[in-house]
C-alpha cells in the first residue's frame, strides 16, 4: 500500500498543486515541503508561482495571504482551526480608532495579521524587512500593528520616526526569558546567541544577532561559530540541525512550541488534496484593497 509521502507526491501532480511550509511546521511536513520558508519567501512565492493549487501549510494569516496575491489559484488550508493568536488580538475598530487619534500617521502592519487589518494599512511587512519598509515609507509618524515587540525593535534601528504600538504580541517569544537564556550561556559559553525579532526588548539587548527565520538559517550556514542558542520556535531549530550537520543548536531554555503550527500532519495535507479540505476565500472588496498593503512589502525582499 502506498504511504502518505506517495499519496500526497501522486495527488500534487494529479491536480498541478505545490505544498508551502512554514519553518515552523513539524519535521515530517518540512521535509516533503516543496517550498520551505518564513512568511516573506513564502509570500513571494506565493504570488509568483504557476501551480493552480496552493496548499499551505502554516496558520490561517499565511493561507489568506496567498489568497490575495494568487486570487486565481485555489488556496487550501489544511487544517482550518490553525490560527494565530497575535493576528487575533487585534480587531479593525481598535486599528480604525488608533487611524482616527494619529491622523497624520501611516500604517505599518506586520503579516502575522488577518485580512480585514491587512486592508487597513499602508503596507504591510515581516520580521525580515520591518526595517527597510518603515525606512521607506513616506511618513514621520507609524502605527506599528499588531506586535509591540517587533514594533520596539523597528524603532531602535528607526530612531527618526515615531511609532503608535499596539499591544499585541507572540505568545511563544514573549514567554521567552532573559534568565533562560542566561543560563544557556553558563553551559554553553561559547555559542553565540541569535533571537527573533519578536522576542521582549530585554532579550534582543543581549542577544549576538536579531534575525528572522530565514537570516537565521543564512547566518548559522555562513557562520564560523560552531555552536548557537536560538530564541525561537522549536521548528526552526530542527531545520538548522538538518542542514548544519557539523554544528551544534540549543533552545533558549525549554524548547518553545507554537501548538498552531504543530496542528498539520502528513494526513491533513492528503486530505487537503483528495478533498479540497479548507478552500480559502476572501472577500473580493477587501483583498483588492489588502493587496495594495502586501505589494508595498513585496517591494523589499
Known sequence: MENLEDKIKALKK???????????????VQLIADYLGDSLELSRIAADIENDVIVFAGVKFMAETAKILSPDKKVLLPRLDAGCPMADMIVVEELRELKAKHPNAKVVTYV???VEIKAESDACCTSSNAVRVVKNIDADEIIFVPDRNLGGYVQSNVPGKKFIFFEGYCYVHNRIKKEEIEEMKKMVPDARVVVHPEVRAEIAEIADEVLSTSGMLHYAAKSGHKRFIVATEQGLLERMKRENPGKEFFPAGRAKICS??????????YEALEYDRYVIEVEESVAQRAVHALNEMLKYI
Open 260 to 269: 498552531n503550527m504543530k496542528r498539520t500532519s502528513l494526513r491533513h495535507i
Open 112 to 114: 502575522n495579521s488577518s
Open 14 to 28: 494529479a491536480k498541478n498543486a505545490v505544498l508551502l511550509a512554514h519553518n515552523y511546521q513539524v519535521e515530517e
